[in-house]
T-cell receptor, first 108, second 117 residues
Framework: QKEVEQDPGPLSVPEGAIVSLNCTYS??????FMWYRQYSRKGPELLMY????GNKEDGRFTAQVDKSSKYISLFIRDSQPSDSATYLC????????FGTGTRLQVFP | GAVVSQHPSRVICKSGTSVKIECRSL??????MFWYRQFPKQSLMLMAT?????????EQGVEKDKFLINHASLTLSTLTVTSAHPEDSSFYIC?????????????FGEGSWLTVV
């Protein structure tokens, strides 16, 4: 079993839709949870990070962590074509472990 | 935010040769650097953790004699792919941590595309 599981998609939504991206993890020692955005042939950029359980909001992005169910979510409101990218969830203790990434396509 | 620079961004080498990729933290000292590889449409797979002044810690299944990692200073780590083969062709990405590796202390380079012909 992978330590961080993520549906690879692809996920295709119309502009303006609410996008829900999800991951599960198996290692209860994980404390920090991150979402990265990666455009094609580029390094990942940090979107959101949370420590332990709870919600965190930043503009159109909301990250949720439920440690009881080992579930990580990222919500994107009012999605834009420029949001089209691969979104990777990650978790860490002393090293960062990534999910497989979900490819998102937002069409006009 | 902190900047991590990788060089070269793209390299083509002949099978059997060695190629070195550099990872530099430009405006901070990185006690820990990480090396990942990513195949097309796949996730980032951690290859090794590099600590300044000590030997790198390799993940299971990664050949330490093939992927040589050197972290000689607090701002530079290098990955050398020795005796490269076409199956080593991949996207290699480094990241650097400004302190204890946590979500907001890890910064990624732009990656290096290696093609072995």
């Amino acid at each position: 079993q992978k330590e961080v599981e993520q549906d690879p998609g692809p996920l295709s939504v119309p502009e303006g839709a609410i996008v829900s991206l999800n991951c599960t993890y198996s290692n209860s020692a994980f404390q920090y949870f991150m979402w990265y955005r990666q455009y094609s042939r580029k390094g990942p950029e940090l979107l959101m990070y949370t420590y332990s359980s709870g919600n965190k909001e930043d503009g159109r992005f909301t990250a949720q962590v439920d440690k009881s169910s080992k579930y990580i979510s990222l919500f994107i409101r009012d999605s834009q074509p420029s949001d089209s990218a691969t979104y990777l969830c990650a978790a860490n203790t002393d090293k960062l472990i990534f999910g497989t990434g979900t490819r998102l396509q937002v069409f006009p | 935010g902190a900047v991590v620079s990788q060089h070269p961004s793209r390299v083509i080498c002949k099978s059997g040769t060695s190629v070195k990729i550099e990872c530099r933290s430009l405006d901070f000292q990185a006690t820990t650097m990480f090396w990942y590889r990513q195949f097309p449409k796949q996730s980032l797979m951690l290859m090794a953790t590099s600590n300044e002044g000590s030997k790198a810690t390799y993940e299971q299944g990664v050949e330490k004699d093939k992927f040589l990692i050197n972290h000689a200073s607090l701002t530079l780590s290098t990955l050398t792919v020795t005796s490269a083969h076409p199956e080593d062709s991949s996207f290699y990405i480094c990241s650097a941590s400004t302190g204890a590796p946590r979500g907001n202390t890890i910064y990624f380079g732009e990656g290096s595309w290696l093609t072995v012909v």
